[in-house]
């Protein structure tokens, strides 16, 4: 797994550039020209913050990559994804617009990643780990179970977040500036998903590597179909993209015993992604609809307008988040006696 390292910092950087530039040129094109009651935003309204929220996520998830998996880089990247979320509403507030302030935004978040990755990289380096035992005859130097589970439950969370971002909608679904940051921040998810799935493989293998690469192009595509179908149709596309993604992930990062998949298993990982996804996604967005207004109280810090009393400040994001965690408890199981334990 050398490319796990290079390959999850420069996704996290590449996520730090995306939310700079969502602050300082998607935000402002969000945001109403008066307090008027009369023009109250609707639905959807900031798209921008749900885009950068989940350029956010990709930071830490990247950094879950570059780590391995291990418990000492993934409990920091958590903390660093929570204080960028604070950091962001903060910035938020202050309105920033222009290059300046996208150039200025980038290069500060990516020297705090820089700083971030270091440390770390630092306490690797000072405490190694001890190589766990290696049972079933596995050899030496072989990515530890933990470790596994850990990577393939960053693939599905950034799996499911790839669904969120390419159906990202607004009022009037025609700002080019939409379809632009939902295809560029779910082209990042796909990157991540597929990247910490190869990296959660027990080998890796000439044919994994391909099945990689088919499932980028085919998961890239499918995020296309869903930015060309129009509002109120993507339903269809949307959960067929989720059943290839989620389906591929476990393909890339479960076991294959005698150097075969285990079919049924990965059809009934197909049959929870074709199901799991759409119910979590509902369930999470009607419980943070009626019981955890978060979003209307992000909005009210972050000195935007409210949203109409008619509609809801749903933070899209975050529901796609819980909801990919869900879908990791479900499918990250990347052994096959970890899928025993289903039984």
């Known amino acids: 797994m050398r490319f796990a390292r290079p390959v999850g910092l420069l996704l996290s950087a590449a996520a730090v550039a995306l939310w700079a530039y969502g602050m300082t040129t998607w935000q402002p094109l969000t945001e109403p020209l008066g307090p008027w009651s009369e023009i109250l935003p609707g639905n959807n ?26 418990v000492r880089w993934g409990g920091p990247a958590v903390v660093l994804g929570g204080c960028w979320i604070a950091a962001d509403v903060a ?104 990247g910490a799935a190869l990296a959660a493989a027990p080998a890796r293998t000439r044919v994994r590597v391909g099945l990689a690469a088919g499932l980028t192009v085919v998961a890239l595509l499918g995020v296309g179909l869903v930015r060309a179908t129009a509002p109120g149709e993507r339903l269809l596309p949307e959960v067929a993209l989720g059943v290839v993604l989620l389906t591929g992930v476990t393909l890339l990062a479960w076991d294959w015993p005698g150097g075969r998949p285990i079919w049924w298993h990965h059809a009934l990982a197909a049959l929870i992604a074709l199901v799991g996804p759409l119910v979590l996604l509902l369930a999470t967005a009607i419980t ?48 096959v006696e970890d899928r025993r334990q289903l039984r």
């Open 45 to 70: 309204t900031y798209w921008a913050r749900d885009l950068r929220f989940m350029a956010i996520m990709v930071v830490p998830l990247g950094l879950v990559l570059a780590g391995r998996g291990q």
């Open 288 to 335: 943070m609809m009626m019981m955890i207004p978060i979003g209307a109280a992000l909005t009210a810090l972050a000195g935007n307008s409210p949203i109409h009393a008619a509609d809801s400040d749903l933070l899209a994001s975050l529901a796609g988040l819980l909801s990919g965690l869900g879908m990791a408890v479900l499918l990250a199981r990347p052994s």
């Open 91 to 194: 910035v938020d507030r202050a309105d920033p617009i222009g290059v300046d302030a996208t150039v200025l935004l980038a290069v500060a978040g990516c020297a705090v990643l820089g700083v971030v990755a270091a440390l770390l990289l630092w306490w690797e380096r000072r405490t190694p780990r001890r190589e766990p035992d290696t049972p079933s005859g596995r050899e030496p130097g072989t990515t530890p179970a933990t470790d596994r589970r850990v990577l393939t439950g960053a693939a599905c969370v950034a799996g499911v977040l790839t669904l969120v971002a390419a159906a990202m909608e607004s009022p009037t679904d025609r700002e080019p500036e939409l379809n632009q940051g939902a295809l560029v921040t779910a082209a990042l998810l796909v990157a991540v998903a597929v």
